[in-house]
């Protein structure tokens, strides 16, 4: 893991990542346009930070695939839902935050969807207000018993089930949210959540899955697998 975000535990093999940090200017653009990548006709009229996050993300995207022995010429577009649409053979996850842009490569055959969410740390005072819209009481209380300062418990809760939507959302392939599924044990950066709705079939209500998080003072860091 690249030691400008935190690391995450106990990582399974055939996982490959690529981080880079970007700046918020034309010479980032400029630099990232020339390096071969296109912007989306979608994106055409956007601001710019926009598209330097589009295009960082995809930047990360090319080095994690080349990583994982993906062969072939790049290509990312955007799917439903503004998804990327992986190679065939191939899946990943892209996020980025406050000037830094990861993503996580590997083959279908292992894993049938990955997702990997990056936060920056949400002060307390800030997330006071939207644990209602994020959280259930439980998730709460079990941030009390564990000991961990509010602000940090807030950003892993929110990222981990971010990272839970793209990991399940090839499966699902539709929208669900923060209520439908909840952190029910969290140690040594291992989570488990369990859905609280059935998404598909094979996703059902009361099922467990594992994700991951590491943090530091900045950042907080998610991947789940699915």
Request: proline content about 8%.
């Amino acid at each position: 893991m690249p030691p400008a975000l935190p690391s995450l535990p106990h990582l399974p093999t055939g996982l490959h990542f690529a981080h880079r940090a970007f700046t918020l200017d034309d010479a980032q653009l400029d630099t990232l346009l020339h390096s071969g990548l296109t912007l989306p006709e979608s994106l055409a009229g956007a601001v710019l930070k926009r598209k330097v996050e589009f295009l960082a993300g995809r930047d990360c995207a090319r080095s994690a695939l080349a990583l994982a022995g993906y062969p072939g010429p790049f290509a990312l577009p955007i799917g439903e839902h503004r998804a990327p649409v992986w190679p065939e053979g191939w899946t990943g996850s892209i996020s980025h935050s406050k000037g830094h842009a990861i993503a996580v490569a590997g083959r279908a055959t292992i894993y049938r969807g990955i997702g990997l969410d990056l936060e920056h740390r949400v002060p307390a005072e800030r997330a006071a207000p939207l644990r209602e819209q994020i959280g259930q009481p439980a998730e709460w209380l079990l941030g009390d018993t564990l000991g961990l300062p509010p602000g940090l418990w807030f950003t892993l809760v929110f990222s981990l089930k971010e990272a839970l939507f793209k990991a399940l959302y090839p499966q699902v392939g539709r929208y669900f949210g923060f209520e439908d599924a909840e952190v029910v044990a969290f140690d040594d950066g291992l989570a488990q959540l369990r859905l609280c709705a059935t998404l598909a079939p094979a996703l059902p209500a009361g099922l467990l899955l594992t994700a991951r998080s590491g943090w530091d003072d900045a950042h907080v860091l998610s991947l789940c697998l699915g």
